[in-house]
């Protein structure tokens, strides 16, 4: 397989990750229309740190 395949497998695979996280943010949006806050593709930190201490 030659560097310019794999570069082109490889460009395909970012294109259609960030194709996927489109996909699930407007997912996300339309199921929480109307709404005050945006929605997040990611989740937020856990208030407390490993052990059970506060940041």
């Given at each position: 397989?030659?560097?310019?395949?794999?570069?082109?497998?490889?460009?395909?695979?970012?294109?259609?990750?960030?194709?996927?996280?489109?996909?699930?943010?407007?997912?996300?949006?339309?199921?929480?229309?109307?709404?005050?806050?945006?929605?997040?593709?990611?989740?937020?930190p856990s208030?407390?740190?490993?052990?059970?201490?506060?940041?």
């Open positions: 397989m030659s560097n310019q395949d794999r570069s082109q497998k490889t460009g395909k695979k970012a294109k259609d990750e960030k194709q996927r996280l489109e996909e699930e943010l407007e997912e996300g949006l339309e199921e929480t229309f109307p709404a005050s806050d945006p929605v997040s593709v990611t989740h937020p208030p407390k740190q490993p052990g059970g201490k506060d940041k």
